[in-house]
């Protein structure tokens, strides 16, 4: 999938955007403030109808203003056209969103529509933040690459909720809490079995990209399911009752599931430079979108904002090659136009886009 046209209004400090971006790459420089990351902001918003940096949507609305309108003509391989817009009004608390002129059913069918893969100068909280952003991680690809995980995950997350309200009740009724715990068990199971199927493939992937980005070696991906490796979920629920029910919630699980990622068995965040974190979580961003490539069939927009910080000309450089070769559309900003002026193996194939003051023009 790629964006074959994007219009905005009153979208952060950008007012009017009207863009026709390049299938491939679109390279994307301005001033401090001059609002690209917005304009990235506004793509992610289309995949996933939340920010990466506010958490209400209000918060993107223009200050001149009351509603914002992102709208996009997307285009899948086949050349097939849909039309996905969303609107946010100042006054209402609803967003409004129509994917080819009618409301979809939830916002995982814009999601599964249009994958994006961001990487930003907070990337390397995937390593350093909690577990959280590690299971969305991996969800977001076990949701790509196996439809049936979406079913089991919105399962499983229901019952999970049931029981932890049962938890909290003074007298728990022991045949209600039983008849969840089946349901998370079997749910539970499933979605685990497709996260470590994922992380299988897109292993040998990450690998492949990590050594052509950087030189660490040593470095290992270990998925901790949640929950004792030696018992069935079922046991292990069983088995927490009493302490979950002190607590008042599920204690064991996916739901506390993580990725460990280690270096010659150290914490990589402990070993890594800021700039090899970067790298490092590069490496897992691109393989998933190679993944998905491969097994979904399809192509994920990568949005990579401020690509120059914390890297120096030369992993600038193999970074820019490696993108390039994704065969996907890529967008990239930096604040200087100098440091993305790299050797482009298909420089007539790229678009140049100057951000002046919430103004977007190609340059020509
Ligand atoms: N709701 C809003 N309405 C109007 N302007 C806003 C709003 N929210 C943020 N801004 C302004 O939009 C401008 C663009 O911000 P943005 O983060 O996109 O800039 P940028 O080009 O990425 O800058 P930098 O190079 O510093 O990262 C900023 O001046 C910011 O203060
Ligand atoms: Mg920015």
Not at 145 to 160: D, G, N, S, T
Not at 211 to 226: P, Y
Request: glycine share 6%; aromatic share 8%.
């Amino acid at each position: 999938m790629a964006i074959q046209r994007l219009t905005l209004q009153n979208f952060r400090n950008l007012e009017k955007v009207d863009l026709q971006p390049a299938a491939g790459l679109n390279l994307i420089y301005g001033e401090n403030g001059s609002g690209k990351t917005s304009l990235l902001e506004a793509i992610y918003l289309l995949s996933l109808v939340r920010s990466f940096r506010s958490k209400k949507l209000k918060n993107l609305i223009s200050h001149t203003d009351t509603r914002f309108t992102v709208f996009a003509q997307l285009v899948d391989d086949e050349g097939h056209l849909l039309p996905l817009g969303i609107q946010r009004e100042q006054s209402s608390d609803e967003t409004e969103i129509l994917l080819r002129g009618q409301r979809p059913a939830s916002i995982a069918e814009l999601t599964a529509h249009l994958p994006v893969q961001l990487i930003n100068p907070d990337a390397f909280r995937l390593l350093e933040g909690g577990p959280r952003e590690r299971r969305q991680f991996l969800d977001w690809g076990a949701f790509h690459v196996e439809p049936r995980f979406i079913y089991a995950w919105q399962r499983f997350q229901r019952a999970l909720k049931q029981r932890n309200s049962l938890l909290r009740h003074a007298r728990i009724d022991p045949l209600q809490l039983e008849l969840w715990e089946k349901e998370i068990a079997a749910t539970g199971e499933e979605v685990t079995l497709y996260r470590e199927t994922y992380l299988k493939q897109l292993k040998p992937l990450f690998v492949k990209l990590l050594s052509r980005l950087s030189n660490i070696e040593g470095f290992r991906l270990h998925f901790l399911r949640g929950w004792d490796k030696n018992l069935p979920l079922l046991d292990s629920l069983n088995a927490s009752r009493q302490k979950d029910s002190e607590q008042g919630f599920t204690q064991t699980g996916p739901q506390r599931a993580d990725l460990r990622v280690t270096i010659d068995g150290r914490s990589a965040i402990e070993v890594l430079s800021r700039g090899q974190q970067k790298l490092v979580v590069s490496a897992l961003k691109l393989a998933q979108g190679e993944l998905l490539a491969s097994s979904g069939n399809k192509r994920c927009i990568y949005l990579i904002d401020d690509l120059p910080a914390e890297l120096d000309r030369y992993h600038r450089e193999v970074f820019c090659h490696v993108l390039e070769e994704q065969e996907s559309q890529v967008f990239i900003t930096s604040v200087d136009e100098a440091a993305l002026q790299v050797a482009w193996k298909e420089p007539e194939k790229i678009l140049w886009f100057h951000v002046e003051q919430g103004q977007i023009s190609l340059k020509t």
